[in-house]
Nanobody
């Protein structure tokens, strides 16, 4: 079993910053790609940013230049630094990770989500 626990959400004004973190724990051999996703009521969950174990990153267009994803492999932790936040960034943010549970057995896991609210 793999558990992902997010922290750092909250309410801010437009233009301000927030940082999210997500720690993975449980039984696994290694962690592959990790990422942040977000969802608003009535819409599908969308990718925000991903990072591979070697540090390669990918961002959705709307957050490029404002958000930065990073990870600490020794701490099994992924971070998301969000600058210049906009009201449209308001969502529940979820951490996701692809973990190697045993030989050739990979599994996607999700955190419980953390609310980010940006007011204008």
């Amino acid at each position: 079993q793999v558990q992902l626990v997010e922290s750092g959400g909250g309410r801010v004004q437009a233009g301000e910053s927030l940082s999210l973190s997500c720690v993975a724990s449980g039984t696994f051999l290694s962690i592959g790609p990790m990422g942040w996703y977000r969802q608003v009521p009535g819409k599908q969950r969308e990718l925000v940013a991903t990072i591979t174990s070697s540090g390669s990153t990918n961002y959705t267009v709307s957050v490029k230049g404002r958000f930065t994803i990073s990870r600490d492999n020794a701490k099994n932790t992924v971070y998301l630094r969000m600058n210049s936040l906009k009201p449209e960034d308001t969502a529940v943010y979820y951490c996701g990770a692809n973990t190697l549970l045993s030989y050739a057995t990979w599994r996607d896991s999700w955190g419980q989500g953390t609310q980010v609210t940006v007011s204008s």
